[in-house]
């Protein structure tokens, strides 16, 4: 029990770190994208931090004056929420009309092919799937998507994504109540979802990012209910969800691993009778069996299909991940660790050879560490601004996603124009400015709180380690916000959390 009161406090340590970290930096600075260009070209600028401030006191001003009238108190602040965000993501799907761009044009391309029965990008050396067979998932999904839909019917895709956005935010509010059963909580995060325009602003954007979050999520909630339950359908059924997620996104074999530890840290437990010991780890084992046998076994199945389809004995190995570990640890001519095409340089250098091409990469990884061991400012100043620039970017690339994905229509009205370049942008920009700088206040304020106090529930711990293990992965590998997005919208339990602490001492400290 010591131990894994040790380990929490650990992770604690290092979210306080890093949550502090970003909360000065989006005080002190921002960051906006190059507009009219092909790549996510960021850029930091100095704060307006009067400007920001005066938004803040505004923000607390509404929270605490709604917080008096006891609104967060009422279950309709969900309603209000999915209301809103429903809303505002038909809004940009209906004015932008967005359709696919980069590797989402790619892969839909790629999807039309196989419809078409032409296997190419898989079967043929230096084809996008020869290089990333770990699409194939996705491909297989949008597959089925043409089959029910209609091939290039995008107006289906973009709905499939708001459903998978609604999800996510309802189960988020579920999963607040789960981790604190306090209406009030739950009634500030509903509120504050409203905020999270970086991750409705992807509505637009058809890949595996925004696909795979309700999977995920539900498979984070369902956890949670076995964690507070002990009821073991709820385990296998997080395995089920969790290995759609993964099939649609690899990335989020990082929520397994979490899935997992959890799992097994939830056996530790304080107040257990003796004769229950036997019983849990019976349940441990069976749980995390079948989660694995269902990650492993989807995309088994996956494969099998498409070997099937072209006659290949075995799908191709594909670059190797550390191709990706290399590239985040290189400097970029967009920012440090970001992409800058070496994974697929260094595959084609080594004739797309993958033993070749890892034994490649680990030479150029230990290459960059010894670098910055030689030179520890420049290591550090490297790792602190890639840092930076994923966690610490208010809008996560999502504004620089709407000038691609708009891009296709040459006579765009003028709202389309103003929502993506002009005077509506800004208005968003800012929106998602001072959300971020709020929402991280209340998340410094909760962790304080749970390091004082010492105790923190396995259910929050589950999504706490998550979103370290997030940090941790995309600190080395290939640089993004856009990857940090689908982390960063995990925080709203814990900014809520902190949000009502700070309101109640607020209330506290007016009342003497």
């Known amino acids: 029990m010591k131990l894994k009161k040790v380990f929490f406090n650990i992770i604690l340590f290092c979210l306080m770190v890093a949550t502090l970290t970003v909360l000065g930096a989006s005080i002190l600075t921002t ?10 070209f960021p850029h930091y600028s100095r704060e307006n931090i009067p400007l920001l401030l005066i938004s803040l006191i505004l923000v607390f001003g509404i929270f605490a004056f709604l917080k008096s009238k006891d609104v967060f108190t009422s279950k309709k602040m969900i309603g209000f929420a999915l209301i809103f965000c429903i809303a505002y993501c038909l809004m940009l799907i209906l004015v932008i009309k967005p359709q696919p761009v980069n590797d989402s044009k790619t892969l839909d391309d790629i999807i039309n092919a196989f419809m078409a029965g032409d296997y190419s990008s898989l079967t043929q050396k230096g084809g996008y799937l020869f290089i990333w067979p770990f699409q194939l998932g996705y491909v297989y999904f949008g597959q089925l998507v043409c089959s029910i839909f209609g091939t290039g019917n995008y107006l289906a895709w973009d709905i499939l994504q708001l459903v998978s956005i609604v999800i996510t935010v309802d189960l988020i509010y579920k999963m607040t109540w789960e981790m604190f059963e306090d209406r009030e909580i739950c009634g500030i995060m509903a509120l504050m979802s409203a905020g999270c325009l970086f991750f409705y602003n992807y509505v637009t ?3 595996g990012d925004i696909l795979s979050m309700a999977p995920q999520t539900l498979a984070l909630y369902f956890m949670i209910l076995y964690m507070k339950r002990d009821k073991v359908r709820y385990g296998l059924l997080s395995g089920i969800f969790i290995a759609i997620a993964v099939m649609l996104k690899t990335n989020c ?8 530890m959890m799992v097994l840290l939830h056996t530790v437990r304080e107040h257990r009778l003796a004769n229950t010991v036997g019983r849990d780890v019976k349940r441990t084992i069976v749980i995390i069996a079948a989660m694995l046998i269902m990650v492993f076994g989807i995309k088994t199945a996956v494969n099998t299909h498409y070997c099937a389809l072209t006659g290949l004995e075995e799908i191709p190995a594909g670059s190797p991940s550390v191709s990706h570990i290399a590239m985040g640890l290189q400097e970029s001519y967009l920012e440090d660790g970001w992409y800058n095409g070496y ?11 993958t033993d070749k091409t890892k034994e490649a990469a680990i030479t150029e990884i230990k290459r960059r560490l010894a670098l910055f061991t030689e030179h520890p400012l420049y290591g550090g100043r490297f790792l602190a601004r890639k840092f930076l620039t994923q966690w610490a970017d208010p809008v996560c690339i999502s504004t620089h996603n709407l000038d691609l994905v708009s891009r296709h229509v040459d006579d765009q009205p003028a709202f389309c124009k103003s929502l993506v370049f002009g005077k509506t942008n800004s208005i968003l920009r800012w929106i998602m400015n001072v959300f971020m700088t709020f929402c991280y206040f209340g998340i410094v304020v909760y962790l304080f709180n749970v390091l004082e106090k010492g105790e923190v529930s396995d259910s929050e711990m589950l999504i706490l380690i998550l979103i370290f293990g997030g940090i941790m992965f995309h600190e080395f590998w290939e640089g993004s916000s856009r990857y940090a997005m689908r982390y960063y919208v995990y925080w709203l339990p814990f900014a809520a959390f902190g949000i009502r602490e ?3 001492m607020i209330s506290k400290k007016l009342k003497r």
């Open 343 to 353: 994974n697929y340089r260094v595959f084609d250098e080594n004739d797309y050879d």
């Open 502 to 504: 700070t309101l109640d």
């Open 253 to 260: 074999e990082i929520a397994v691993i979490a899935l997992i």
């Open 205 to 207: 954007y058809i890949y």
């Open 31 to 40: 960051i906006t994208y190059e507009m009219h260009v092909d790549v996510d």
